[in-house]
């Protein structure tokens, strides 16, 4: 592995433990296409990498300063992490059946749909 990719992949991890700190989103939304189009990962490469971030406490010093503040149930993400685990396994199970240019098409349209929630449907 070069040197410029390593120096890549720690910017990358930077700028998505930030935004994930910040405000919550930084897996998919950052290292994912990061990886897709600075590093030349195939999508099931890019999106495998991420979901491996996931299985490292990466996050634990973002979720001490949240509950710390009040700001996490931890009866609610247990059930999200149950939820999470299945829906992991049967989505992960999907993706490796579907070719890579489909895969990235359904990312793509994911991203669009929740960016016009947030942007044009707030409450």
Do not use: C, R, W
């Not at 999106?47 to 949240?66: C, D, E, R």
């Amino acid at each position: 592995m070069s040197v410029q990719t390593i120096v890549l992949l720690i910017i990358v991890g930077l700028l998505a433990g930030m935004l994930s700190g910040l405000i919550g989103l930084g897996g998919g939304v950052i290292i994912v296409p990061a990886l897709v189009f600075l590093l030349g990962f195939s999508q099931h490469q890019a999106q495998g990498t991420s979901l491996g971030i996931l299985l490292l406490p990466a996050g634990i010093f973002a979720v001490m300063n949240y509950y710390k503040k009040g700001f996490i149930d931890v009866k609610v993400v247990l059930i999200l992490f149950v939820g999470f685990l299945v829906g992991g396994f049967l989505g992960s199970k999907m993706s490796l059946t579907l070719p890579e240019g489909t895969l990235k098409k359904i990312f793509a349209i994911a991203l669009i749909l929740i960016a016009g929630k947030v942007l044009f449907f707030e409450k």
